[in-house]
Every structure is written in structure tokens, then in C-alpha cells.
């Protein structure tokens, strides 16, 4: 069993930064693609960043292409999401996932494992 747990979250002005970091144990996080997505209160999960190990791909959704980095610490087995120039919109719940696939996907349901979340709010 795979279990994920996010951390980093919080409040942060428009314009900000944050590291979300999603800390893997159960498997190394290098056999799965992982992904992080997010949902705002009354809107559907949504893809954010992905990275597939195995061909070290990255994924990124245009609504944060730039702005956003996913990286990982083999050695700490640590999946980590870099966002800058943060926006109002940016705020929802960010979720880490795991999914088996060799290929990184954008849809939820073709994950594994899911982390519990972890509130980024940015004001205006």
C-alpha cells in the first residue's frame, strides 16, 4: 500500500510563492507517475503537474504553465510542486496522486493513491 501526505499549503498573497511538498511511503515514488491536482470549492478536480520517472516527463496544466515546477527527492521519496506568481484562482485544495501508469494522465480516475490535501488560499 502507497500512502501519500501533503504538506505546505497556507495563505499567501497574489504574487507569492509556495512549495508543496507530498511525502511518499508504502513503494518508492519512482515506480509511479505522480501527479498534483486540485479542487475548488464547487468545481471539479482538476489536473495541475505531472512527472512520469521512468522518461522524466512532466506534465503541466496551461492555467499554470510557468508558474508551477514538479520535482522530486528520490532520496527522501518526496514529490514537490514549486508555484510562483500566485493568483486568487490558484486557491483550492492540492492533492498529490500516484498512479501506476508508465504515462503521466490528467485524469483522476486513472490514479492509484491519493493524499489527503493540503489549502492553498491566496488573497488579493
Known amino acids: 500500500q502507497v500512502q501519500l501526505v501533503e504538506s505546505g499549503g497556507g495563505l499567501v498573497q497574489a504574487g507569492g510563492s509556495l512549495r508543496l511538498s507530498c511525502a511518499v511511503s508504502g513503494r518508492t515514488f519512482s515506480s509511479y507517475a505522480m501527479g498534483w491536482f486540485r479542487q475548488a470549492p464547487g468545481k471539479e478536480r482538476e489536473f495541475v503537474a505531472g512527472?512520469?520517472?521512468?522518461?522524466?516527463?512532466?506534465l503541466y496544466a496551461e492555467s499554470v504553465k510557468g508558474r508551477c515546477t514538479i520535482s522530486g527527492d528520490i532520496a527522501k521519496n518526496t514529490v514537490y510542486l514549486r508555484m510562483n506568481s500566485l493568483k486568487p484562482e490558484d486557491t483550492a485544495v492540492y492533492y498529490c496522486?500516484?498512479?501506476?501508469?508508465?504515462?503521466?494522465?490528467?485524469?483522476?480516475?486513472?490514479?492509484?493513491?491519493w493524499g489527503q490535501g493540503t489549502q492553498v488560499t491566496v488573497s488579493s
Open positions: 496522486a500516484a498512479s501506476s501508469r508508465v504515462e503521466v494522465s490528467t485524469t483522476p480516475p486513472t490514479y492509484n493513491y
Open positions: 512527472i512520469n520517472w521512468r522518461g522524466g516527463r512532466t
